[in-house]
């Protein structure tokens, strides 16, 4: 197989994965396809505009780009939670996905969640028990995303907890669930080798775990 | 198309593109506003289902929030860029899902009430493009539009053509070559401010 004449193909995505592969491989070091391929994806791309084209539903802007901010419940210490509508398609290893309102500065805490679990220098961890997962910075500061995190029945909460290595739950801050996506920013930084879990509790919080954790991610 | 006021609007998709990469969310949104329908539109005549083809156009608009800063308008332009992983999305999801087919699509163009400007110029590029593909080779232009909106591989092209695979590899080259000498270098541009 000649790699250099898969350009055409690779531009069109009629590749299968092994030929995919192999071509991203060798347009790493080959100057000629990668200028070669610069101008057929241009081409290919303007296949695009032949097809007729529908008006997309209004919702689906919405789902990329409104968000909703859950209210604030600080209690002993600053922590913040958002839950974004939005697009958690995949939420997994490297490939989870957020935005939100385009309601500029509403709150700082939603741009200050997503910064961390959009920053390619966190570390992403899959969450156990539901569909997540955590995001922590090089600080140890740290984003829980969960996708379709039922809402708390009246008069619970989520309680999120950081658990360091061989010690007890430490409070990190509570929130509601509901919508499509939650994120909530952690309210205490996550040491290396800490559990993050998150139980269902009373309304408000409480200091010490009641039950067993609904999802948890080992960093 | 939007219910906005599109405050970007006189700027080039790049500098969105480098907003977007900042995390300025009101970028998306114009990008959105400009390409979400063409998106749209691609991800449904490939993937013809209206729920595969929002959910691959809003997991493109992800990939496009997030790897923004990644974009290096050197390499080619930003309506590229977006067009190119939304079709791969949806090629990704065709195959997955087994659903391609290669009959024609009848969706007639829904007139959109509010965007009158939008649909001519839509119109437009489609007349274009679709006025370009007539031109080509029949066989050229086979290859192109079985590979590009129906999602078949290379292989498996040549396996429904009856034709070895090096000839598919030709026809899709020559076809795309000959696209870009009748499309020229300057399609699709726009002048977004005019359509506030």
């Known amino acids: 197989m000649d790699v250099h004449d898969l350009t055409a193909a690779y531009a069109l995505h009629a590749l299968d994965e092994r030929e995919r592969a192999a071509y991203e491989a060798h347009l790493a070091h080959c100057e000629r396809c990668r200028e070669e391929l610069a101008q057929l994806t241009e081409s290919a791309a303007a296949l695009a505009w032949a097809v007729e084209s529908p008006p997309p539903p209004p919702a689906l802007r919405a789902r990329i780009l409104a968000g909703n901010v859950v209210p604030l419940r600080a209690r002993h210490r600053p922590w913040r939670a958002v839950a974004a509508v939005a697009a958690c398609a995949a939420v997994g290893l490297g490939i989870w996905s957020a935005t939100l309102s385009h309601s500029l500065g509403r709150e700082r805490a939603h741009s200050s969640a997503l910064a961390i679990a959009a920053d390619p220098a966190s570390r992403k961890i899959d969450l156990r028990g539901h569909a997540g997962m955590l995001a922590v910075s090089p600080h140890g500061d740290a984003v829980l995303v969960v996708s379709k995190l039922p809402a708390a029945p009246h008069g619970m909460t989520y309680e999120a907890w950081v658990i360091p290595a061989g010690g007890a739950p430490q409070r990190a801050g509570t929130f509601d669930g509901g919508g499509r996506m939650t994120m909530v920013e952690l309210g205490r930084a996550v040491p290396k080798g800490a559990t993050v879990a998150a139980t269902m509790e009373r309304d408000g919080g409480v200091d010490a775990p009641t039950s067993r954790p609904l999802l948890s991610a080992q960093t | ?196």
């Not at chain 2, 390409?35 to 013809?48: H, I, K, N, Q, S």
């Not at chain 2, 209206?50 to 050197?74: C, G, H, K, Y």
């Not at chain 2, 309506?79 to 659903?99: F, G, Y």
């Open chain 2, 1 to 196: 198309m939007s219910d906005v006021t599109r405050e970007l609007a006189h700027l080039s998709d790049e500098a969105l593109v480098a907003l977007a990469a900042r995390a300025q969310e009101t970028a998306l949104a114009e990008l959105y506003d400009r390409y979400g329908r063409p998106a749209y539109g691609l991800a449904l005549r490939v993937l013809r289902d209206e729920s595969l083809a929002e959910d691959a156009v809003q997991e493109a608009f992800m990939t496009i929030w997030n790897t923004a800063q990644r974009f290096v308008p050197e390499k080619g332009k930003a309506s590229t860029w977006i067009l190119t992983l939304v079709h791969r999305r949806a090629v990704d999801v065709v195959r997955r899902e087994q659903r391609r087919r290669t009959e024609a699509l009848d969706t007639a163009a829904e007139p959109g009430g509010d965007a009158a400007d939008e649909e001519a110029w839509l119109r437009l590029q489609r007349e274009r493009v679709q006025d370009a593909l007539r031109q080509l080779p029949d066989q050229q232009r086979e290859a192109l539009e079985l590979a590009y909106y129906g999602g078949f591989t290379q292989s498996e092209l040549a396996e429904r053509l009856g034709q070895p695979i090096g000839t598919i590899k030709s026809r899709m080259f020559n076809g795309l070559a000959r696209l870009r000498e009748l499309l020229g270098d300057t399609t699709m541009e726009r002048n977004w401010t005019s359509t506030t």
